[in-house]
């Protein structure tokens, strides 16, 4: 009998079929060491979303997709083109999904990772933040977040892609948001003409060298504002726009009277693509912004110290001064990042 039951035990054994364990999947992303060009600052990485290819490679694929968007419509980029240097089409006012226009002009996309309070009001602090918001805003995208994670969760791709980045396909907002500002991060301009005089490939002509002494100078004053590598402080600015603001500025967000019309001082590189100008988009050409900033300036009591020729209207610059400066200014003009195909469309390059 014990032999017999040895042998049925052996024989059943057989006949089961083997039990295989399916395969344990391994979250291995490859570290993206951002190239720092010299010169510039080091930049702050946070620490619960480092740079990785997976993540970079999400985050352009999302900053493209209309799927973000309520209609599918419309992307990141319909309101941030490459041939502008990520600005709207030389659009006044951007026009979301359900056409309907906002109040400020769309500002550019290069060297966020040096920004820490985005948009014109620096209602947004850092990359992923200011990320957050077109989504769901009314006049935007125009779409919740569930609706947008349920969109992305349900497509054939994105979340494995998700799974690549971040090791989950249990995609949030916050998600979306990180590998969006991973890509943005990487979108760096530093290849001008300017950046090559830096660097001793090239020179100066004469208008430039005598635009870049007004600009340097008191007899611009551009320097106080714009004189890092990166053309702005990051600072909020009243710089004698109006005397009366319909748009409040940094006021709307800290409710500081002390804020009233002051904006966020706006980076001065590639300047030749991201027409118009100021945060209502009211000047169409630099020889308007160079004309109100030499006559047309206006007190007000918020106005910054820094404008301090006021009195007299504003720089009082010759047409020759004006020529040159916006000659200069034009030095910060980078053709590279218009054209690098790292930032270009996937779906069309496909």
Not at 40 to 56: H, L, Y
Not at 291 to 296: H, L
Request: one cysteine or more; a negative charge.
């Amino acid at each position: 009998m014990i032999f017999i039951t040895f042998v049925f035990f052996i024989i059943s054994c057989k006949d089961d079929p083997e039990v295989v364990n399916p395969p344990t999947e391994t979250w291995n992303p490859t570290p993206y060491m951002l190239e720092i060009p010299a010169g510039f600052p080091s930049m702050e990485i946070p620490e619960d979303n480092p740079m990785t290819v997976e993540g970079i490679q999400l985050g352009r694929l999302l900053f493209y997709d209309p799927i973000l968007s309520g209609n599918n419509t419309q992307s990141c980029a319909d309101c941030h083109g490459q041939a502008f240097a990520f600005t709207d089409n030389e659009e006044t006012f951007s026009t979301g999904i359900d056409g309907i226009q906002g109040n400020r002009n769309s500002m550019p996309v290069m060297n966020l990772g040096w920004i820490p309070a985005l948009f014109w009001d620096g209602r947004s602090l850092g990359v992923e933040e200011q990320a957050l918001g077109p989504v769901p805003n009314p006049i935007e995208m125009h779409q919740s977040w569930p609706d947008a994670v349920q969109k992305l969760s349900s497509h054939q791709d994105y979340p494995d892609l998700f799974f690549n980045a971040f090791g989950t396909r249990d995609i949030d907002s916050m998600h979306v948001v990180k590998a969006i500002a991973q890509f943005e991060r990487t979108m760096i301009t530093s290849n001008s003409k300017w950046d090559r005089y830096l660097r001793g490939e090239v020179q100066l002509s004469q208008a430039e060298t005598k635009g870049f002494e007004i600009f340097f100078t008191e007899k611009g004053d551009c320097f106080h504002c714009h004189s890092t590598i990166l053309y702005t402080d990051n600072i909020f600015h009243n710089n004698g726009l109006d005397s009366i603001f319909p748009d409040k500025g940094l006021f709307e967000v800290t409710g500081d009277e002390n804020d009233i019309g002051k904006f966020k001082t706006p980076t001065l590189r590639n300047l030749r693509f991201t027409k118009p100008y100021m945060h209502d988009g009211r000047f169409k050409d630099l020889g308007q912004v160079i004309d109100f900033y030499s006559d047309g300036v206006k007190w007000s009591p918020t106005i910054d110290p820094l404008m301090k020729k006021v009195n007299q209207g504003g720089l009082r610059l010759t047409e020759e001064d004006k020529f040159n400066l916006v000659t200069f200014i034009l030095t910060l003009t980078d053709t590279t990042f218009i054209n690098n195909p790292d930032y270009s469309n996937p779906f069309e390059n496909d």
